[in-house]
């Protein structure tokens, strides 16, 4: 994480996610899926190719890739279908756009309920015998049992979640990284997916997006570093008031 | 040309010049920066040359001298809410922390009986000037027990004219000891965890001899907290000062 600051002076929070190796793996049609929207199948960051069955290294052989360590479904519009092999690049996100991010939170492993879930626990002095981390009562007596899905300790992390509408500041395309605002489920160096933002308010966010995806090989050359237009970029002067 | 003898005298060639080559005496001397050293961690060395690259590229807009925790610096910032749009502060800088875009350095002055501590980031675009009042070391890397000191040692002149140092020359080291007020503390500094040398304890040899009890003399053995920093330091250094002098 770094900072970054505007051209009025605010200082803002951001994450480094870097687009490594990513190529789209196969092409799932509506009828196939049996959703709403056709999907696109995306492998992230490349692994060996051993030790692994061959059901598995199918998908990969099919489209003439190396075998990825995370594979990932995408809803896709017909519109937008990409051929498998295709790689994708971090200029297919462009800045001033928004974007939810999807990962593995950190596993915690087996946790009490204050942890987990904040309850208050008792007091730690005052007469209390041996009780001062535990749940209390989990019931009513009118219920006469336990409702299904009741808060108690377990494991805690190690599970999907997404953060929703996140700006990005920066993309550079030399090294493919996107400079994301705020924080993003996960750890340093864990395997992240990038969508566009799901929420209403961000609907007519992207004007002219590369659609469907940026392709190194065309017309567009891009300079190095894309930047959003309130970002303060470190060639320009100091800030003055005037 | 004719010499008083009538006859020509011999070409003598004019002495030749003693060249003292002053950048050799200035190379010996390197100061990188401690936030470009990176913290020991998992983190991909990918983001802290990007983090690097965008340091680098703002000090060549932006000069940010050497300094070090102990020197009196003057800051002037942008400030929506000032006069002159403008805010000029002096003070001793008591700690430099933080790694990368994020370094920050705090100064420390008394102005009017009160003491004011303000904490800079060395990176922000709103800070416009930053000049070096008085460029030494101090016996500690860390000055917060000017808290607990006699104010006098904490104030400095705010239209104090900057003590000139030649480039070349070593960076004196201030042996000041500092005479505290009387305890409370807002922190034991006698306590061997500090490792405070700049401090004149006038404490009885009883609370002195107490404070060792909390010493951890294993501390200096452990090999798991050893961090060496000189061949990454070495690279960085190279990396920096060609990118520099560009």
């Known amino acids: ?242 | 040309r004719i010499s008083s003898d009538g006859k020509l005298a011999k070409f003598q060639p004019p002495p030749k010049p003693v060249i003292i080559d002053k950048q050799k005496q200035r190379e010996e001397r390197r100061f990188l920066s401690p936030e470009f050293i990176p913290p020991r961690g998992r983190t991909d060395p990918l983001k802290f040359y990007m983090e690097r690259k965008d340091m680098i590229q703002r000090r060549k807009v932006f000069n940010i001298p050497e300094f070090y925790v102990g020197s009196v610096l003057a800051v002037t910032t942008a400030d929506l809410y000032a006069n002159e749009k403008a805010n000029r502060f002096v003070g001793i800088c008591i700690q430099r922390g933080g790694k990368g875009l994020g370094a920050t350095f705090v100064l420390r002055n008394v102005i009017e009986d009160q003491g004011v501590e303000i904490c800079y980031e060395l990176y922000s675009p709103r800070i416009q000037a930053i000049e070096v009042l008085k460029l030494e070391k101090r016996l500690d890397d860390n000055l917060m027990y000017l808290r607990d000191a006699l104010p006098e040692y904490s104030t400095f002149d705010v239209n104090m004219k900057p003590v000139s140092h030649l480039d070349h020359e070593e960076v004196p080291v201030n042996k000041l000891q500092v005479r505290m007020k009387p305890k409370p503390w807002s922190k034991r500094w006698e306590r061997p965890k500090y490792n405070i040398k700049g401090i004149k304890f006038e404490l009885p040899e009883k609370t002195m001899k107490e404070a060792q009890k909390w010493s951890q003399p294993w501390l200096e053995f452990d090999m798991l907290r050893e961090y060496d920093t000189s061949k990454i330091e070495e690279k960085i250094w190279k990396e920096v000062s060609e990118e520099l002098k560009k």
């Open chain 1, 1 to 242: 994480m770094m900072p970054i600051w505007t051209k009025s002076g605010k200082k803002h929070a951001v994450t480094l996610l870097k687009v490594q190796d990513c190529h789209v793996l196969r092409y799932i049609s509506k009828e196939e899926s049996g959703g709403k929207t056709s999907k696109l199948l995306v492998g992230g960051k490349n692994a060996s190719p051993f030790f692994k069955s061959e059901s598995t290294m199918e998908i990969f052989k099919e489209a003439g890739v190396p075998r990825k360590q995370k594979v990932s479904t995408f809803n896709v519009t017909d519109d937008a279908i990409i051929k498998p092999g295709t790689p994708l690049y971090a200029a297919h996100f462009r800045p001033g756009q928004f974007v939810d991010v999807t990962a593995k939170t950190i596993g915690k492993g087996f946790q009490g309920v204050m942890k987990r879930w904040g309850f208050k626990g008792q007091p730690a002095s005052h007469g209390q015998t041996k009780t001062h981390r535990r749940p209390g009562a989990i019931s009513t007596n009118k219920a006469a049992k336990v409702y299904r899905g009741k808060k108690m300790p377990g494991k805690m992390g190690n599970i999907y979640r997404t953060t929703l509408g996140l700006k990005v500041w920066r993309i550079n395309t030399k090294h493919d990284i996107i400079y994301v605002n705020g924080s993003v489920p996960g750890h340093t160096n864990c395997l992240v997916k990038v969508k566009d933002s799901k929420l209403s308010t961000y609907k007519d966010c992207n004007k002219n997006p590369p659609f469907p995806t940026f392709f190194a090989d065309g017309d567009e050359k891009l300079p190095e570093d894309l930047y959003d237009e309130e970002m303060f970029q470190f060639t320009d002067p100091s800030i003055t008031y005037a």
